[in-house]
């Protein structure tokens, strides 16, 4: 917002108007002490406290009061009443948790949100009984300003010295002698406006930071290819030349006295496939073992930065008087802030450009420590906390960002024990998220994921790795089928990528959100995985297969076994009965019908195209349920249809359903064939 606003002279002035002068003393503080001291329905202080009869009021005094003009600044319209529900009228005060306060205006239908801040000295100044009652503080106007920097700093230095699962990180896995990366960029000391490029040592064991960023449509300026490798690591590259996010990041990197930084456009080998097939086996590594990630959330692409300008809501606070007794040390009057609030850490988190992105996904999954700069401010994430810019230092709260991997690449112990059910209930959170995100190049789909695979892979649980899916409980793994919205919403598209990039039997053959709570054997948040542990079973799994997979053979690119797929088939024995598609119950959703018209069950379509009219169908039975419906055994079911190869017995998946044992009525031929 314009400094020019109409209320930026009283913001600027700090004068208040008698009410909100009064109002620390009359309600604010005491409502306060009242919410953290007592229980509902035992508040001694009211609920609400008015300062004004109108809105119109309170307008005019926000010419003079600096309060009055933040609350009409950070108004917003709304049709939601008070909670609890209130006849009052007026402009009324509400107070909440985590610091929060909310000023109400029910016939203007306004409301605005705000935090109560200490800050400064402050913090540490206020009387031993109130220590708890407010801990947030002013948000920075810069961020890479001294405070902010100071704060990162203070932010690495506890988590390293004091957490006790940050340092634990990464420590169980079995990964030779090389810390650092292939390559890594020294950043040399603060100041320094020339980097070098520098070909690591396996025995090193030198810290080093990583940075997630966006690429974005703009080309990077600098890359390092073949013919600049030799320039890069002799002369050096300027700082100055590099594009603002990179720049940024090399400056935060020296600021916080760390040699070494990685970042993927300058420290692998950019148009050498080879390199980067070799260098995208080990982003497991790259960024497990980073001291920090730096992770630039808020830049659409490498030119927007991470030490932005931010908006005129950002540093400001209206001081209050503090009502209560103050501290005798001679430094003068303690302060109350009433500041902006801000979204929370997961709505800025998701919200922003670097969670859109395939790579990003892992780097974030893999990492110790996160240092993210989004639009609105930093926050701290690592394996035991998370903290905002806005929030009082040493005021750790734990978030679930991405607590289903928190506990990943964590030695075992007592309390932490990753069962099999576990892992597969982790892999189908993985699938289900990734599936949402956009790759720039379509076949980066499994370099992008290649990390996390591998960690999987190392757990030792699963067995051999296909193209997305594992050979522990294969046949589950088979029952993905593509997600889309309730609400009527158009949402991802799912298409098949142009180019060959997975089998359809897989997820990764598919452009677009897909789900599988077949392998959420492990239900504890799912009710889509308890409705299909229930109808599954979890125990004595072999006993519903149908379908047997009797070979899998899968040809990738590069000796890891993870990395992009050339060509894989699915060989199997099990039932094959031609269908027809009936009438569209939902979006990309039929019934299922026999040739005599019966309905026997219903498909999820892969892929958003109409089917086509003249295209020839079977089911494939994979497992039967445990459940009898409507006097029915039901299986979970592929859709296939004749490979585009016209090959005998070969085909291709085009949707996932349910139908009923209708195959049981008669005498079942098992039939041997492929999928591709």
């Not at 004068?15 to 953290?36: G, S």
């Not at 997961?346 to 993210?372: M, N, Y």
């Not at 394996?383 to 964590?410: N, P, R, T, W």
């Not at 799912?526 to 899968?554: N, P």
Request: with cysteine; aromatic share 10%.
């Amino acid at each position: 917002m314009s400094q020019s606003t109409p209320f930026q002279a009283a913001l600027s002035a700090q004068t208040l108007c008698i009410q909100c002068e009064q109002l620390p003393a009359a309600w604010l503080v005491p409502r306060f002490y009242d919410l953290r001291d007592s229980k509902y329905p035992e508040h001694k202080e009211p609920y609400h406290y008015r300062t004004y009869s109108t809105w119109t009021e309170l307008k005019a005094a926000a010419s003079t009061c600096a309060l009055c003009a933040l609350i009409v600044r950070e108004a917003h319209s709304t049709l939601r009443r008070p909670y609890p529900q209130t006849n009052q009228h007026g402009v009324l005060f509400q107070a909440f948790g985590g610091s929060r306060l909310e000023v109400w205006c029910v016939e203007a239908r306004k409301c605005a949100q705000l935090k109560v801040a200490l800050d400064g000295a402050d913090i540490h100044r206020i009387p031993a009984h109130a220590k708890d009652l407010f801990d947030s503080r002013i948000v920075s106007r810069y961020a890479g300003d001294s405070r902010n920097i100071a704060t990162i700093r203070h932010w690495l230095s506890v988590c390293t010295s004091s957490h006790a699962n940050c340092p634990k990180w990464a420590s169980s896995r079995q990964i030779g002698q090389r810390h650092l990366p292939t390559r890594v960029l020294d950043v040399g000391k603060v100041g320094d406006d020339s980097i070098r490029l520098h070909l690591s040592e396996e025995s090193d064991t030198s810290d080093y930071i990583t940075l997630s960023y966006c690429w974005g449509p703009r080309k990077n300026p600098i890359v390092t290819t073949r013919e600049s490798l030799s320039r890069h690591m002799n002369t050096g590259i300027q700082v100055s030349d590099l594009p603002e996010t990179l720049r940024d990041t090399v400056r935060l990197t020296q600021l916080l006295n760390v040699k070494y930084l990685w970042i993927d456009a300058l420290c692998i080998v950019q148009g050498d496939r080879d390199d980067w097939i070799r260098e995208a086996a080990q982003m497991s590594s790259v960024y497990s073992q980073a001291l920090l990630t730096i992770a630039a959330d808020g830049a659409p692409d490498t030119y927007a930065g991470l030490f932005r300008e931010r908006s005129a809501r950002h540093g400001t606070s209206v001081e209050l008087p503090w009502p209560l007794d103050e501290p005798d040390d001679g430094a003068g009057p303690l302060r109350l802030h009433i500041t902006p609030h801000f979204r929370s850490f997961k709505d800025q988190i998701e919200s922003a450009p670097l969670s859109k992105r395939g790579w990003t996904f892992q780097e974030r999954a893999l990492s110790a420590r996160i240092v993210h700069f989004t639009p609105e401010m930093c926050y701290w994430e690592c394996k035991d906390a998370c903290i905002g810019e806005d929030d009082e230092i040493g005021k750790y709260s734990v978030q679930d960002g991405f607590f289903h991997l928190k506990d990943l690449l964590l030695p075992p112990d007592g309390q932490r024990v990753l069962t099999k059910a576990k892992m597969h209930d982790k892999w189908a959170w993985v699938v289900e998220k990734y599936s949402h995100r956009q790759l720039t190049n379509a076949d980066d789909l499994f370099a992008a994921l290649e990390g996390i695979a591998v960690v999987f892979a190392e757990k030792d649980m699963f067995g051999k790795y296909c193209c997305g899916l594992w050979e522990d409980n294969f046949l589950r793994h088979l029952l993905w089928f593509c997600s889309r919205p309730d609400d009527g919403s158009q949402g991802i598209p799912h298409r098949r990528p142009e180019k060959y990039r997975a089998p359809t039997w897989s997820w990764a053959s598919i452009h677009g959100p897909v789900e599988n709570p077949a392998i959420q054997i492990y239900f504890d948040h799912s009710s889509a995985g308890i409705e299909m542990t229930d109808q599954l079973g979890k125990d004595g799994l072999l006993s519903h297969s149908i379908l047997a997979v009797e070979a899998v053979t899968v040809e990738t690119e590069g000796p890891s076994g993870f990395g992009p797929v050339r060509s894989a088939s699915l060989r199997a024995k099990g039932i094959l009965h031609p269908v027809l598609l009936g009438r569209q119950t939902r979006r990309r959703e039929y019934e299922l019908v026999l040739e005599g018209g019966d309905v026997v069950g219903s498909v999820r379509w892969d892929v958003d195209d109409e089917p086509p009219v003249s295209l020839q169908l079977w089911i494939c039975p994979v497992m039967q349920r445990q459940k009898v419906t409507a006097g029915w055994a039901v299986s979970d079911c592929l859709l296939l249809c004749t490979a585009k190869n016209r090959r005998h017995m070969e085909f291709e998946r085009v949707g996932k359903g349910i139908a009923a044992n209708f195959w049981a009525q008669g005498t079942v031929h098992l039939q041997s064939f492929s999928m591709v």
